[in-house]
């Protein structure tokens, strides 16, 4: 399959948006040095997860994977990242405590969720369904991680799901 320059754009934007939450993630790691593995736990899978959205374009092209074309646009993917750096550059002139930066991980990862952003291939394609299985796992994971967090922490308006 031909990808047009701005499907190639979107999933690299999706990639960008990957690595830009690890790089929120690892900010945190350094910001909050008691809980530095919680965080960089939440981080690195978003590296790893980046890498197979940039590889997919190569599989995309070769016809190994069905692409969802119209399962994003690239405004809202854009919007996403806009945002999501628009929070990197505030944190670093902003006292962000703890629980907030807790607070922001979990509408973060949630938000991923909902919107299905593992989707990009067809999650039941032979050679990718293991793959987009264990993203969607891994950003289940990491909100239970986050709620278990914040249930330990004494934050009893959580429920681990």
């Known amino acids: 399959m031909v990808l047009s320059n701005w499907q190639k754009q979107k999933i690299n934007l999706m990639a960008d948006y990957q690595e830009s939450l690890s790089e929120l993630y690892t900010y945190f790691s350094v910001k909050f040095p008691a809980h530095q593995d919680f965080w960089l736990d939440l981080a690195l899978p978003k590296l790893r997860y980046a890498d197979w959205l940039r590889l997919c374009l190569s599989k995309i092209e070769a016809g190994a994977y069905r692409y969802n074309m119209m399962r994003f646009t690239v405004e809202t993917v854009r919007s996403g990242l806009d945002y999501l750096k628009a929070q990197i550059r505030n944190i670093w002139h902003v006292d962000i405590s703890h629980a907030d930066a807790l607070g922001m ?3 973060i990862e949630t938000g991923l969720i909902s919107s299905r ?3 990009i291939v067809d999650p039941l394609e032979k050679g990718a369904d293991d793959i987009v299985s264990g993203f969607k ?3 289940r994971d990491h909100v239970r991680m986050i ?3 914040m249930y330990r922490a004494g934050n ?4 681990v799901v």
């Open 105 to 107: 991980a979990l509408s």
């Open 117 to 119: 952003f593992y989707e």
């Open 137 to 139: 796992m891994e950003m």
């Open 147 to 149: 709620h278990g967090f």
């Open 156 to 159: 009893t308006n959580y429920q």
